[in-house]
């Protein structure tokens, strides 16, 4: 991975790094939900995100310019160790590359330039592949006080929305 001269990072494979910007937003939210298999995701991302929190967020494309996969994430204002990833996709038809992987790194970069020393996220429990894919890179589970053991995984009953169970996700840095 090199850094180009316009303060843009490429990997080798063509994939090219930047931050995203609001006039990101369309092509993000017309994926968003086939990216995640058809489920009703695009709730999880309202343009605010891409107005207020693009310094902390990626975005990768392909060389023909395609949307290959994002993360958005911000520093914690309350928590000043806190990194926090909100969202982060690949294309489906990308993964297995790393790209996900690569999202992540960058964000790391940016939460230890900010002297932050934990990145967390969550996601849904019955989440196999998100779960292990963390925990390949590096997140331990939350298991800490009322978290129950469900899908298999230590989570928290209605975390979200009184209703939705969340697993967190946490990796310490540095």
Do not use: K
């Not at 092509?27 to 991302?45: A, C, E, F, N, P």
């Not at 964000?107 to 429990?125: G, H, K, N, Q, S």
């Not at 890179?137 to 800490?144: H, I, R």
Request: net charge negative; aromatic share 12%; proline share 4%.
């Amino acid at each position: 991975m090199h850094e180009a001269a316009n303060g843009e990072r490429q990997a080798l494979d063509g994939i090219t790094f930047r931050r995203p910007t609001e006039a990101d937003y369309t092509s993000i939210v017309r994926v968003i939900d086939d990216w995640w298999g058809g489920r009703d995701m695009q709730w999880l991302l309202p343009r605010l995100w891409l107005q207020h929190f693009s310094s902390t967020s990626w975005l990768a494309e392909s060389e023909d310019g395609r949307l290959a996969g994002f993360l958005v994430g911000f520093l914690s204002q309350d928590r000043a160790d806190i990194a926090y990833c909100r969202v982060i996709a690949t294309n489906p038809n990308l993964r297995g590359q790393g790209l996900a992987r690569q999202l992540y790194e960058h964000f790391f970069a940016d939460a230890l330039a900010a002297a932050r020393t934990t990145v967390m996220a969550i996601t849904w429990p019955g989440n196999r592949a998100s779960i292990a894919f963390h925990r390949a890179l590096g997140f331990e589970v939350d298991a800490g006080p009322g978290t129950q053991n469900l899908y298999g995984t230590p989570a928290y009953p209605a975390y979200d929305f009184d209703r939705e169970d969340r697993t967190v996700l946490i990796r310490r840095l540095g």
